[in-house]
């Protein structure tokens, strides 16, 4: 499952359409409870939000959780770890989801490293730790072509374990919200 996930981000944004193959842009019926090989969990779009649980390959446990603006998805944000994401692999682990998403979207266009300022001061058997430990963590941003998207990978920790986040913006649907923000105002 974690080479059909490397191979989905690396096909090239047109031959699929829709980032994470979601119903971006149409309205999901209330019903809407089936994604992939995941299982819903909960939630559903009156609430606003909605979550799916899976596992790419056997080592990556995976997560899906949908955000809802009316019944539009307008956030995706797909978690895999922390199982697969060790002190000795999240880099390697992270870089393998960067470069899927460099060859599906094109280059990134920003790349913040968060340190805090200990991190100076300790010793670390590997890199990892000190992301592990809360003291650094990785962001990576792209926007796809066409402006409908942007697209954010993390690599961080919580309750010390390492995670990788792939974030999905819906840009049209935040445009739609602020146009009926300002009419109001």
């Known amino acids: 499952m974690l080479r059909v996930l490397l191979i989905v981000l690396m096909l090239p944004a047109a031959a699929l359409g829709n980032p994470l193959g979601l119903p971006w842009g149409e309205e999901v019926s209330d019903s809407y409870r089936e994604y992939k090989d995941y299982k819903y ?19 990556f446990r995976s997560e899906i959780l949908l955000e809802f603006a009316g019944k539009k998805i307008g956030k995706a944000y ?17 870089n393998k989801i960067v470069q899927g998403l460099n060859t599906k979207y094109g280059k990134y266009y920003r790349r913040n490293v968060m ?5 100076d001061e300790l010793v670390f058997v ?60």
């Open 41 to 59: 969990l909960w939630g559903d779009t009156n609430w606003g939000y909605m979550r799916f649980l899976g596992w790419l390959g056997d080592d």
């Open 78 to 94: 797909l978690l895999l770890g922390p199982e697969g994401i060790t002190e000795s692999n999240c880099f390697k682990q992270y």
């Open 115 to 119: 340190k805090e300022s200990l991190i």
């Open 126 to 185: 590997s890199e990892c730790y000190a992301m592990r430990v809360g003291l650094a963590e990785i962001e990576t941003k792209w926007r796809t072509k066409d402006k409908k998207f942007e697209i954010n990978a993390y690599l961080f920790s919580d309750d010390n374990e390492l995670y990788i986040e792939v974030e999905y913006v819906y840009l049209p649907l935040g445009v739609i919200k602020r146009k009926g923000l300002h009419e109001h105002l």
